[in-house]
Structure formats: structure tokens, C-alpha cells
């Protein structure tokens, strides 16, 4: 069985790692859901002056075959009106097997050519099925969870977030 610190305290781990690199004019980009959620933390913390934005990966997925993708889509993309050269650090809740990100990117780069992207999550469970790794990681499971298994963020009524267990 695998426990979690609570969310409110990985964000606090998430927001010193990022402090030293973020810069007045660094955006960050919630992937939906669980990602903007934790981004609107995130920029709460940091204080940045730079809108929140957020991105729908689901036209980008690579899995629509296997029910993931499309079933939540119709979440609205905001970026910047230029990515060119700009900094933007995806942000998500959890990072497995890096399909998300790529689909991240894909959406990214169809609206510019960022300078650099980074990206930060709340926790790694491990089961990389391609080549990503976060640049800032509040927590990196020591064994990786089963694929039977899923952390699924929630965010209750009075907006604290916090993590159940699920079986998929």
C-alpha cells in the first residue's frame, strides 16, 4: 500500500523547488484537471504576475483506443497569445508513463515555439513508457505503483486537494 504526505504539503515541497528558477515572466500551464488545479496553487504561492494558463491534451492523445482522451474533452486551452521564446512550466498532478506530456507538448508547440518548457509534478509513480522526466518532483514513489492502480486527485468543496487510491 502506498501512502502519500498531503497534498497541501507536497505543493509547499513543489513551490521551494520551483522558487529559485521561476522568473517574472515564467508561465505556468495546468495540464486539466488535476495539473490546473494544482497550478492555481502553485501561482498562488509564487505570486507570479503572469496569467495562469491551462491546456486539453485530448486531441493530442495517442490512446483514444483505449477510452482515455476524447471521453474528457471540450476543456478550454488558454495560453499566452505568444509562446514564442517564452518559458512555460506544464504543471500535473501525477506523472506515469509521460503520454500526457508528450500530448502536452504537441498541443504546446501548435501554438508557437517555446525557448524552454519544464515540468512540475506533484508525484512520480513511475511506469514510464517514454523518455520524460519532471524537472521538479515533490514526490518520487521508491517502488512503482501497479498499473492496476491509479492516485486520483481530488478537490473537495472547500478546495483542498487531496489524493485517493483507486483501482482502474
Given at each position: 500500500?502506498?501512502?502519500?504526505?498531503?497534498?497541501?504539503?507536497?505543493?509547499?515541497?513543489?513551490?521551494?523547488?520551483?522558487?529559485?528558477?521561476?522568473?517574472?515572466?515564467?508561465?505556468?500551464?495546468?495540464?486539466?484537471?488535476?495539473?490546473?488545479?494544482?497550478?492555481?496553487?502553485?501561482?498562488?504561492?509564487?505570486?507570479?504576475?503572469?496569467?495562469?494558463?491551462?491546456?486539453?491534451?485530448?486531441?493530442?492523445?495517442?490512446?483514444?483506443?483505449?477510452?482515455?482522451?476524447?471521453?474528457?474533452?471540450?476543456?478550454?486551452?488558454?495560453?499566452?497569445?505568444?509562446?514564442?521564446?517564452?518559458h512555460l512550466v506544464l504543471v500535473?498532478?501525477?506523472?506515469?508513463?509521460?503520454?500526457?506530456?508528450?500530448?502536452?507538448?504537441?498541443?504546446?508547440?501548435?501554438?508557437?515555439?517555446?525557448?524552454?518548457?519544464d515540468l512540475a509534478v506533484l508525484?512520480?509513480r513511475g511506469g514510464r513508457e517514454?523518455?520524460?522526466?519532471?524537472?521538479?518532483?515533490?514526490?518520487?514513489?521508491?517502488?512503482?505503483?501497479?498499473?492496476?492502480?491509479?492516485?486520483?486527485?481530488?478537490?473537495?468543496?472547500?478546495?483542498?486537494?487531496?489524493?485517493?487510491?483507486?483501482?482502474?
Open positions: 500500500m502506498h501512502s502519500l504526505p498531503p497534498v497541501p504539503e507536497l505543493i509547499d515541497r513543489l513551490v521551494a523547488l520551483l522558487k529559485p528558477a521561476i522568473t517574472p515572466d515564467t508561465v505556468l500551464v495546468g495540464i486539466h484537471t488535476g495539473g490546473v488545479w494544482v497550478a492555481e496553487a502553485l501561482h498562488a504561492a509564487l505570486g507570479l504576475a503572469t496569467p495562469l494558463a491551462s491546456i486539453d491534451t485530448s486531441f493530442h492523445r495517442d490512446d483514444h483506443h483505449l477510452g482515455n482522451g476524447l471521453k474528457a474533452a471540450g476543456r478550454a486551452t488558454y495560453l499566452p497569445d505568444d509562446v514564442e521564446g517564452a500535473d498532478d501525477v506523472l506515469y508513463t509521460g503520454r500526457t506530456i508528450r500530448a502536452a507538448l504537441n498541443e504546446l508547440f501548435d501554438y508557437g515555439r517555446p525557448g524552454r518548457v508525484v512520480d517514454l523518455p520524460v522526466a519532471a524537472t521538479w518532483c515533490a514526490y518520487t514513489l521508491s517502488k512503482p505503483l501497479p498499473a492496476s492502480q491509479s492516485f486520483n486527485l481530488q478537490r473537495g468543496p472547500d478546495g483542498i486537494l487531496s489524493f485517493s487510491l483507486g483501482e482502474k
